[in-house]
């Protein structure tokens, strides 16, 4: 079952809700990631498909910062982030090919550019979490350096991050 959306918003509390649920029941006490993947992709998909409509019906023009769109941003660098943990943890000791890192890298890269207020101290100890998941993913210090910088010189500013967004779900959306 989607999300809800109410109006021409996405109800982010049952967003929220359900992703946290998602985590916490095959992720943090089950290590059942297969399944976390399972539930959070259409999750992900949905939000991503929400955001490119909502941008386009507006011919391109960024949503205007405000509490609700602070929220979407928040809750979508984490969806990413906990995608692409679960999908990293799941095909662990399988081969990964160079499709498959590409794709993990460009989630982790996408939660950490979109990490509204990077100067608050959770959202700072995220950003940790998912530059250390980017080293596993790529074994690239030298990478993970250059996201951390770029991150910090974006200081997690709101219309930022919701270009930053724009750009992956436009990027994803002309490969297919």
Known sequence: ???????????????????????????????????AVKELKP???QVTSFYKSYVDNREG?????????????????????????????????????????????KLIEIAALCI????REDNAEYLEDILKLYTEVGNNAMATEELRSKVME????LQQCLQQFKNFVDAESSSK
């Open 43 to 45: 999750m992900f998909v």
């Open 61 to 105: 023009e960024l949503p205007t910062a405000n509490t609700y769109w602070h929220l979407f941003i928040d809750c979508s660098a984490k969806l990413s982030f906990f995608l692409a943990t679960a999908n990293f943890h799941a095909s662990k000791g399988n081969e990964n090919t160079t499709k498959q890192l590409a794709l993990l890298s």
């Open 154 to 157: 974006q200081k997690g500013n």
């Open 1 to 35: 079952m989607g999300i809800q959306i109410i109006g021409d918003h996405l109800d982010i509390v049952a967003l929220q809700e359900k992703m946290n649920g998602i985590v916490f029941d095959y992720m943090d006490t089950s290590n059942n990631h297969e399944k």
């Open 116 to 119: 509204p207020g990077i100067d």
